[in-house]
């Protein structure tokens, strides 16, 4: 049985807008088609007049503009799908991440998963700066204690070898 | 006779009772969390999480498995721990070990 692949389809929303409080939001989805991503964007931009809409998907980049294209009031649509790229609120502090180097890839991978799963909260409960530092805090003792850990247990090698010999 | 290195410190029990706790499988942020709240008023390291539960897996009372990773996390996958049937007897000879220590309460003062 010949396995044929399928060509995962994507498309990518991207509504920007100078007097729309969202002035960027980006929504990538594999099973969006260009109905729906458009639909999204007009969601985005909720009639905005001044947003525009650009869409990708694997014919190439698109533009459109809401103004000549959107009807004054869009239908309200809740969107259900799972976007593959995050918001904001869940993505970290990339100078946070990169401290992350300093840990093993596995450990890497463990730390990073807790912290994705505090930071919304911290962000919802103490605000993005204090959020920020909380996570920064987190970071930084995960990576002390490794490197801490590290030295321990050369020391402990070392002293078994000693006491060896 | 038990030697050493099978008596658990506080945090390792704190940890080992987080997962058990969590119906014995549970991964980081969940037994951090877990363990706080046991742990309450006393503060638990974050730091401390995961050098003393790859110390614990080590010594053979803890085992881990990964999870799908899944896209929503970058690719990465999630690190599930349970604790070993000689974790749990670890759990049980340091909580005999503790009792036999401190005696009765009133040896303490203790009403």
Same mark, same amino acid.
């Given at each position: 049985?010949?396995?044929?692949?399928?060509?995962?389809?994507?498309?990518?929303?991207?509504?920007?807008?100078?007097?729309?409080?969202?002035?960027?939001?980006?929504?990538?989805?594999?099973?969006?088609?260009?109905?729906?991503?458009?639909?999204?964007?007009?969601?985005?931009?909720?009639?905005?007049?001044?947003?525009?809409?650009?869409?990708?998907?694997?014919?190439?980049?698109?533009?459109?503009?809401?103004?000549?294209?959107?009807?004054?009031?869009?239908?309200?649509?809740?969107?259900?799908?799972?976007?593959?790229?995050?918001?904001?609120?869940?993505?970290?502090?990339?100078?946070?991440?990169?401290?992350?180097?300093?840990?093993?890839?596995?450990?890497?991978?463990? &730390? %990073?998963?807790?912290?994705? =799963?505090?930071?919304?909260?911290?962000?919802?409960?103490? @605000?993005? #700066? *204090?959020?920020?530092?909380?996570?920064?805090?987190?970071?930084?003792?995960? &990576? %002390?204690?490794?490197?801490? =850990?590290?030295?321990?247990?050369?020391?402990?090698?070392? @002293?078994? #070898? *000693?006491?060896?010999? | 006779?038990?030697?050493?290195?099978?008596?658990?410190?506080?945090?390792?029990?704190?940890?080992?009772?987080?997962?058990?706790?969590?119906?014995?499988?549970?991964?980081?942020?969940?037994?951090?969390?877990?363990?706080?709240?046991?742990?309450?008023?006393?503060?638990?390291?974050?730091?401390?999480?995961?050098?003393?539960?790859?110390?614990?897996?080590?010594?053979?009372?803890?085992?881990?498995?990964?999870?799908?990773?899944?896209?929503?996390?970058?690719?990465?996958?999630?690190?599930?721990?349970?604790?070993?049937?000689?974790?749990?007897?670890?759990?049980?000879?340091?909580?005999?070990?503790?009792?036999?220590?401190?005696?009765?309460?009133?040896?303490?003062?203790?009403?």
């Amino acid at each position: 049985v010949s396995k044929k692949r399928k060509k995962k389809k994507r498309t990518t929303v991207s509504a920007r807008g100078a007097k729309s409080q969202i002035q960027s939001v980006f929504i990538s989805h594999s099973d969006l088609d260009h109905q729906a991503a458009f639909d999204i964007a007009a969601e985005i931009g909720n009639g905005d007049s001044g947003v525009d809409f650009m869409y990708v998907d694997d014919s190439g980049v698109h533009t459109v503009q809401l103004k000549a294209t959107a009807p004054t009031r869009m239908p309200r649509k809740v969107w259900t799908g799972l976007p593959e790229k995050p918001h904001r609120d869940f993505t970290l502090p990339p100078a946070a991440e990169s401290m992350l180097l300093l840990m093993s890839r596995a450990r890497r991978n463990d &730390v %990073l998963n807790d912290i994705m =799963d505090w930071y919304p909260g911290w962000v919802a409960e103490k @605000g993005r #700066f *204090r959020a920020n530092l909380a996570c920064w805090w987190r970071i930084g003792m995960a &990576v %002390l204690r490794g490197l801490l =850990d590290l030295l321990l247990r050369i020391g402990e090698i070392v @002293g078994k #070898f *000693r006491g060896a010999k | 006779m038990a030697r050493d290195e099978d008596v658990l410190t506080t945090v390792e029990w704190l940890l080992l009772a987080a997962i058990m706790r969590n119906d014995n499988s549970a991964y980081g942020s969940v037994i951090f969390d877990t363990a706080t709240e046991l742990a309450r008023p006393i503060k638990v390291a974050y730091g401390s999480l995961y050098p003393t539960l790859e110390r614990l897996e080590r010594r053979g009372f803890l085992s881990s498995s990964f999870s799908e990773p899944t896209p929503e996390r970058g690719g990465r996958s999630r690190r599930y721990f349970n604790v070993t049937a000689s974790g749990k007897k670890a759990m049980k000879r340091s909580e005999m070990l503790a009792r036999r220590i401190v005696g009765t309460d009133a040896a303490w003062g203790i009403a």
